[in-house]
């Protein structure tokens, strides 16, 4: 194998590891372990929604890339999740240990 070959494979991965680390928050979430269509909606200005089939919910949010935490509209306490973006899904770690995953998508 010639090293150019193995210096354009490195680069590609590189390049693939950015384009997944770059990915913010910021957008629409789509669960993708549910059955039923759940969705985190976060905007640039710190608002963001939670829709689900029945309802949506409004609130707003802060994260450090660590923890996200949300306030939700008529709620005094915010909830701290913990997070992370893994290739292209957001995880999200709610206060009982489970994680909801979601992915990024536009809404209908």
Same mark, same amino acid.
């Given at each position: 194998?010639?090293?150019?070959?193995?210096?354009q494979v490195l680069l590609l991965l590189?390049?693939?590891?950015?384009?997944?680390?770059?990915? %913010?928050?910021? +957008?629409?979430w789509k669960s993708i372990d549910n059955e039923n269509e759940y969705y985190y909606i976060f905007n640039k200005d710190k608002t963001c929604s939670y829709k689900m089939p029945v309802a949506r919910l409004n609130c707003t949010y802060e994260d450090d890339g660590e923890k996200l935490t949300i %306030?939700?509209? +008529?709620?005094?306490t915010p909830?701290?999740?913990?997070?992370?973006?893994?290739?292209?899904?957001l995880i999200i770690k709610d206060i009982s240990g489970i994680e909801n995953k979601f992915v990024k998508t536009h809404l209908d």
């Open positions: 194998m010639n090293k150019f070959f193995i210096y590189l390049l693939l590891n950015i384009k997944y680390n770059n990915i %913010t928050i910021v +957008g629409v %306030t939700f509209k +008529g709620k005094e909830i701290t999740y913990s997070y992370q973006i893994d290739k292209g899904v």
